[in-house]
């Protein structure tokens, strides 16, 4: 079975028409919010890993500097 062209336009105008309808629901929009806030969480909790991370490794590079004098 084969499509027009014209056919296929309009499949792809009603489609467009139909997330352009869903986009704009506040529903849409709150889920959307919800999203980018759990990012946004996310993000900042990655980030104060890997900066606990970095201190850890500090830490232990000191304390064997420290050893190392020591010795």
């Not at 084969?2 to 889920?31: D, E, M, N, P």
């Amino acid at each position: 079975m084969q499509i027009s062209k014209l056919g296929a336009f309009a499949i792809g105008v009603g489609v467009g028409v139909t997330a352009l309808a869903i986009v704009r629901t506040a529903g849409f929009k709150k889920c959307c919010a919800k999203v980018v806030g759990a990012g946004l969480t996310l993000k900042d909790e990655a980030a104060a890993f890997v900066e606990t991370v970095k201190e850890d490794a500090q830490d232990i590079v000191a304390e064997a500097k420290h050893n190392n004098e020591k010795s």
